[in-house]
């Protein structure tokens, strides 16, 4: 499936992607959401009434604990005061501002990486990754750990609950970290589908905000999604790509049940899958 995307007027604050291949699942993804979530998620009438599916957006409430917060919100500090230490105004795609990111290849298992999908395709057994090996003792001591971060291991842990929602034949990019400030915005956009594959969602740490999902073509069909710490979102199936997605300091957009849901600064911890190669994953040993 090929889906023409074209830049908007420079008045307009939804910004499309170029041409891209839309990837499509064997199947639809079908996450279950617990009960809790219900209160999370708003619905407008005119999704409701066409049709669509309320499990193409998943939220899980305090899918982490306190204790996880923490670590998770310590380590990506790390990771940005060593890979992204300054915040950007802009972004070369016109979608963000204000904004630090970067990739943590170290958080991504062999197993789940396309490395994995690789070597299995060849028929090979995936060898264990060394960052799998128990935490460290309370002595400090590395248990065998010799390459990886202090912390690296137990984040893997939390991390592969994230994973393992998901069947385990598909490949995953590296864990992403976004860092909003509060002064931040994510405008309206559908992500580039040459970047990545069907799914995308993410942890929330610090601070709460309010994303909003619209149809492309039809912006009374959206969906309000409150993103609070330790939850876990993921937008899949007709939500990825024929829905724009954005983050607003507009107040009127940040009401929820009544309240102005404050601006804060919030880190997005963000999984995406990978796209299968037409020719199958063999293709990319060659």
């Not at 923490?70 to 060593?82: S, Y």
């Not at 309370?138 to 390459?147: E, Q, R, V």
């Amino acid at each position: 499936l090929r889906r023409l995307f074209s830049e908007s007027d420079s008045g307009s604050r939804l910004v499309k992607p170029i041409t891209g291949d839309i990837p499509q699942p064997n199947e639809p993804i079908k996450l279950v959401a617990p009960s809790t979530a219900a209160s999370y998620i708003r619905y407008s009438a005119g999704y409701l009434e066409q049709g669509y599916d309320k499990s193409d957006i998943f939220v899980h409430p305090d899918f982490i604990n306190d204790e996880e917060h923490a670590l998770l919100a310590k380590c990506c500090e790390r990771k940005l005061k060593r890979l992204a230490s300054t915040y950007e105004m802009g972004h070369f795609d016109k979608r963000i501002h204000n904004y630090r990111e970067c990739s943590v290849s170290a958080w991504l298992p062999q197993k789940r990486a396309v490395a994995g999908r690789v070597v299995e395709a060849m028929g090979r057994a995936v060898d264990p990754d060394p960052i799998d090996l128990p935490d460290r003792a309370a002595n400090g001591k590395s248990g065998g750990w010799t390459t990886v971060g202090k912390y690296d291991g137990q984040v893997r842990h939390i991390l592969d609950r994230v994973w393992e929602l998901f069947p385990s034949s598909f490949a995953w990019l590296p864990p992403h970290i976004l860092d909003l400030h509060e002064n931040g915005e994510i405008l309206p956009h559908v992500d580039n589908p040459d970047y990545s594959g069907f799914m995308v969602g993410g942890l929330s740490l610090l601070g709460s905000a309010v994303s909003t999902f619209r149809h492309v073509d039809d912006p009374s069909v959206s969906v309000d999604v409150l993103l609070a710490p330790k939850s876990l979102y993921f937008m899949t199936n007709r939500i990825r790509y024929q829905f724009t997605h954005e983050i607003t300091v507009d107040p009127e957009q940040r009401q929820w049940q009544g309240k102005v849901v404050p601006r804060a600064r919030r880190i997005s911890l963000m999984f995406r899958d990978a796209k299968v190669p037409e020719s199958g994953w063999k293709s990319l040993a060659n």
